[in-house]
């Protein structure tokens, strides 16, 4: 079976996911072997995926998100939102000012029924407007 040449922008898209695991790593947990250990990989693993040279599992990101306190829409995509530690994302952002800071009380509430395309009830008759 050949193999084919990956596209760049994914390999962009893997440095940039390294890039971002790094970040909050290094916020956490500095040293690297320790964090491997915790989350039952090779320390090489890790850095491999650190520097972008190897992807990391759905299985990994999601042990990444627990342990290191931060969204997965943090590490896959870079957005800090209210699912990531609020000192951990302020400490982020202020590092690494080209990430993008969501706050929660700035983010759609999706309980509520905010749409503008929704009409009004309609008015009984018997109602009047002040």
Do not use: Y
Not at 1 to 25: C, E
Request: neutral net charge; aromatic residues 2%.
């Amino acid at each position: 079976m050949a193999k084919h040449k990956r596209p760049d922008s994914l390999t962009a898209l893997q440095r940039a996911i390294g890039t971002r695991i790094s970040w909050a790593r290094e916020l956490v947990m500095p040293n690297q072997s320790e964090c491997a250990r915790l989350l039952g990989v090779d320390a090489s693993t890790l850095n491999k995926i650190e520097r972008g040279d190897r992807a990391p599992s759905v299985f990994l990101i999601a042990a990444l998100s627990n342990r290191l306190r931060v969204s997965t829409d943090f590490l896959l995509k870079g957005v800090l939102n209210g699912r990531t530690d609020e000192e951990l994302a302020l400490r982020l952002a202020a590092l690494h000012p080209e990430l993008v800071l969501q706050r929660q009380d700035m983010a759609p509430n999706t309980d509520r029924n905010t749409s503008s395309d929704i009409p009004d009830p309609p008015k009984r008759p018997d109602e009047e407007i002040h």
